[in-house]
């Protein structure tokens, strides 16, 4: 299992995205990054998204140099409820939250990655505007955004990026790419030996477009083409060594009409699977190993989406690695709202179902329990016709290490 003793140094968080992301010239702005902005030296672009209760929340975008400093900070989607923080007029009564976070890109520009922890304490450098304080501002959201980004590597390389380290278990992974409020890339894909096989697009959406549907015609078309061209690429290749090409596109996949590997945006794929890569085993082919890392005290959240929605957001405090206070947040499947059926519903015993799952949890020790999800008959009552295996508690599993993977959301 992938080593991330980085979670709690970030030093080496930093270090490990320079790994991974390698280092090289600047990004060239384009019509998928309107806030480019030329830099002299050498520069790696990161995105990265906090989500909550069904809803993308934050997007965020931000450079790297060579040392770790951080440059053009910027959203690409930031939303409350339904307020678009990026298009309310002057004399709306949020834009005090507006210039709250415009400081934080500020107080952000010019420091070192290292730095982020202190979105934690956002009162030491953010002006309390009217009625609206620091706590009002939910720093906190842009930080999980930002280690967000760094888990998932570098989204635009200056020069190319290096292979994966560490060894993957085999079993079946999912992982996502979302952007600019919605999910735009699902895949599926199996390990085996560190060979991928079977991958496939869960969802795949283009500016409101579902992919995955069109047909030879469309003035999409092309571009499902060349995501297929992807798959049958990647097929029976090794994960570690094979994914960075996905950042030079052209060098295997054919160019279509006025489509070229420029436009397919392979880096939201290459994020996705690395996104994946991060959530552990979605269905483990032989169960899965305890996590050995070293979490901090504090409060965790993390989130499980799949098809373009977000089904599970959790959250649950950490004490000497002990799981506390753990609930869902949002709990969904299509349209139903698991945390909110009235007992005569189809689905409520599923809904307790995973009620029992998280309970299952109260008091255990992170590393060693949260594996047991993968095997939920072993603690979840059936009822009915609804078996363990009917709860999806894998589900449950992914959103735990997201949420670990992002660090402490609070403390």
Known sequence: ???????????????????????????????????????????????????????????????????????????????????????????????????????????????????????????????????????????????????????????????????????????????????????EVAVQFALENHLIKDMSFRHLAYRGVDVRTVTEGHALYPVLQQHQQIVEYLEGKDVRTSIAVLHRPGEFIDDVDAFTGATLRANKIYSAIRDALNRGIYSPANGVADLTDEYEDGTYRGFYSDRGIQEVSIQFTLHNHIIESIRFRHLAYGNVDFLDLAEDHALYEVSGQYRQAIEHLQGQDIRAAIGGLHNPGDFVDDVDGSTGATIRANKIYSAIRDALNRGVYSY
Not at 33 to 44: A, I, Q, R, S
Not at 90 to 98: F, G, L, P, R, S
Not at 101 to 114: A, K, P, T
Request: aromatic share 10%; net charge negative.
């Open 1 to 183: 299992m992938m080593k991330r003793s980085w979670l709690l140094i970030f030093g080496v968080l930093f270090a490990f995205a320079l790994v991974v992301g390698g280092c090289g010239g600047t990004p060239s702005p384009d019509d998928d990054d309107p806030n480019g902005t030329p830099h002299e030296g050498v520069l790696d672009r990161y995105r990265g998204v906090y989500e909550d209760q069904g809803i993308q929340e934050i997007a965020v975008q931000f450079h790297l140099d060579e040392d770790g400093i951080i440059h053009n900070m910027s959203y690409r989607h930031l939303a409350y409820g339904d307020i678009d923080f990026l298009a309310i007029d002057e004399d709306h009564v949020m834009q005090a939250i507006n210039r709250q976070l415009e400081q934080v890109i500020e107080y952000l520009e010019g420091r070192h990655i290292s730095e982020i922890g202190l979105l934690h304490t956002p009162a030491d450098f953010v002006d309390d505007v009217d009625a609206f304080t620091g706590a009002t501002l939910r720093t906190n959201k842009v930080y999980s955004a930002m280690r967000d980004a760094l888990n998932r590597g570098v989204y635009t390389p200056g020069d190319g990026v290096d292979d994966l380290a560490g060894d993957f278990e085999d079993g079946l992974y999912r992982g996502v790419f979302g952007d600019s409020g919605g999910q």
